[in-house]
């Protein structure tokens, strides 16, 4: 098939693209390189590469050409960086996805992969493992554009027939990511026995899903007809300071766990708990992420920082 990965350049993305240029798919990225290259130089050569912008309609339209599947992963994000820029967060997702819907029509693409987030939970259920049947309680920018997305898209379905999923992705992380997110960055810290900083008590939970089994999800789902809102998770709960200890005990580090007062501006991010249910990618897939925490916190160490 041919494929086009919108943020195709990013974490997931890239390694996403990795996985379908290896399986003989034929696929077309298209990113602004905000956050700069994460293909590795086998994978972008392989691919056909297009730098631009999803909020641009005619470079969306090109760049779908022919295509069979859009996934658009391409978004602002990081804790820190929406907080600072909610409006050009909501600006790439809304209009970003209203160019990939648009396009998918003129080039009758038929399917579109729409990563959404575990952040649209919020604050809500903290008594319970979130399904997709649980009310959402989006409250930020990024959060509530993301359902946006989600209800804008099932729309399209409705109404004209498109294939859509939306990809409820539970903290996902992996080698290749950068230090806007937890896990890279207390591998840092560790790395450089510097202070491991942990905002708030610690005791808040959070679902961590291995890059290679959200990949797994992502290409069996791609098979999928239909309007879909899927959790990818692991179904299991770790605390903030659980994942710095982890993270100290595999790299030997001598660092500290430092426990700091969340700034303000993160408040609506700072959710207590946060675990998922994949019990409905399990039943439509014969699948669900299955590598624990520990594991694949010991596969990134052994791929980037043993010797
Ligand atoms: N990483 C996670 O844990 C996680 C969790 C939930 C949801 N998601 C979602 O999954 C998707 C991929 O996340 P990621 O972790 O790979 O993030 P990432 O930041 O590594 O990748 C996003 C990519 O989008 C590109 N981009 C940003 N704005 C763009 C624009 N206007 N036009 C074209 N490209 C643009 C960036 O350059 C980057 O390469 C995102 O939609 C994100 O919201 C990720």
Redesign the pocket.
């Known amino acids: 098939m041919k494929i086009l990965i ?9 390694n996403l693209a990795k996985r379908l240029v290896n399986d003989g798919h034929s696929i077309v990225v ?9 293909l590795d130089k086998i994978t972008y050569s392989k691919v056909e590469f297009i730098k ?4 641009d309609l005619d470079v969306v339209i090109s760049a779908s050409k022919n295509c069979d599947i859009i996934f ?7 804790v820190d960086i929406v907080a600072d820029n909610p409006v050009e967060t909501m600006d ?1 997702e809304v209009i ?1 996805t209203r160019n990939v819907v648009e396009a998918a029509f003129i080039n009758n693409v038929k399917k579109i992969m729409y ?5 649209i939970y919020g604050h809500s259920a903290f008594e319970s493992v979130l399904t997709e049947e649980v009310l959402v309680d989006p409250r930020t920018s ?1 959060a509530m554009a ?1 359902r946006y997305n989600e209800i804008y898209l099932a729309s399209h379905h409705q109404e004209k027939g498109l294939n859509v999923t939306s ?7 992996g080698g290749n ?2 230090t ?2 937890v896990v890279p960055l207390f591998f840092e810290q560790a790395m450089e026995n510097s202070a491991i900083t942990v905002f708030g008590s610690g005791n808040q939970t959070r679902d961590f ?1 291995y890059i290679d089994d959200t990949v797994e999800a992502c290409v069996r789902l791609m098979n999928i007809n239909g309007c879909h809102i899927i959790n990818i998770a692991n179904e299991a709960e770790w605390t903030i300071t659980e994942l710095s200890k982890q993270i100290k005990e595999i790299t030997q580090s001598k660092s500290e766990i430092v426990y700091l007062e969340a700034p303000k501006k993160r408040y609506d991010y700072e959710v207590e708990r946060r675990v998922g249910s994949s019990e409905k990618l399990l039943s439509l897939t014969n699948y669900k992420p299955a590598t624990s925490l520990p594991e694949g916190l010991k596969l990134i160490f052994d791929q980037n920082y043993s010797n």
Do not use: C, E, P, W
């Open positions: 919108t943020g195709g350049a990013g974490f997931i993305g890239s298209l990113d602004s390189l905000l956050r700069g290259n994460k631009g912008d999803t909020r658009h992963f391409a978004a602002v994000l990081g790439v970003g990563a959404s987030t575990s952040g990024y993301k990809l409820r992705f539970f903290n996902v992380y990511q950068d806007r997110m899903t």
